[in-house]
């Protein structure tokens, strides 16, 4: 049984599965080229460790983020980015996303440097009259990394699903895939609480 007191927490529909864009929509903007810009360097790697369900959290390949930039970071996810669990196939195990969609590619590129990771898309658009829209893409461990950085930033409800995520992810998440009867069980329970922490209308 996982350990976790979570306040207030509103349940809402599960946040499903991750509905595929078209080959021509969905094309990978590349990172932008290292510049000499004043901020993290790429070589200066996120050292800090959480202990996390028992087990240790390392970094993976992650900058470490000055506190001015975790902070507008993190202000970008509250503002308009997600921090869930989900899957691009009925049958797979949800996975931890961190997210950012924004109209100005500008401000997705600033939060793909200084982080050192992640992808940017292009978001489907149904319609001329509709401003081209992108989005920022982190997952897994990387995404964990992110959220040890800029949790104490958050202000919304995102802030819940961060700790909850360093918390307990790593330890119901085992990398070889290999569930048993028991890890599975904990594995539910805590997406569970994950999914059901939730904006309060």
């Given at each position: ?5 979570t306040p ?29 810009a ?42 308009e ?11 797979e ?6 997210s950012?969609?924004?109209t ?5 590129k ?9 992808k940017?898309t ?9 401003t ?16 040890d950085q ?13 700790a909850?995520?360093l ?35």
């Amino acid at each position: 049984m996982l350990a976790h007191n979570t306040p207030r927490i509103l349940h809402t529909q599960d946040e499903g599965i991750v509905q595929p864009v078209s080959k021509e929509t969905d094309q990978a903007v590349p990172p932008p080229p290292p510049t000499k810009a004043a901020g993290p360097k790429p070589a200066a790697l996120l050292t800090k460790q959480r202990k996390a369900g028992g087990l240790r959290v390392a970094s993976e390949t992650v900058n470490a983020l000055t506190p001015e930039s975790a902070a507008y970071i993190a202000g970008l996810i509250d503002g308009e980015g997600t921090i869930t669990l989900t899957r691009e196939h009925r049958n797979e195990n949800r996975r931890l996303v961190v997210s950012i969609s924004n109209t100005e590619m500008p401000i997705l590129k600033f939060a793909q440097q200084a982080i050192g990771a992640g992808k940017i898309t292009n978001k489907c658009t149904y319609s001329d009259k509709h401003t081209p829209s992108y989005a920022y893409r982190l997952t897994n461990r990387q995404a964990l990394a992110l959220l040890d950085q800029i949790v104490d930033y958050l202000r919304s409800y995102k802030r819940l699903r961060a700790a909850l995520a360093l918390e307990c992810y790593v330890a119901v998440t085992p990398r070889n895939g290999y569930y048993t009867p028991e890890l599975r069980a904990a594995r539910r329970e805590f997406e569970n609480k994950f999914l059901g922490i939730a904006v309060e209308l």
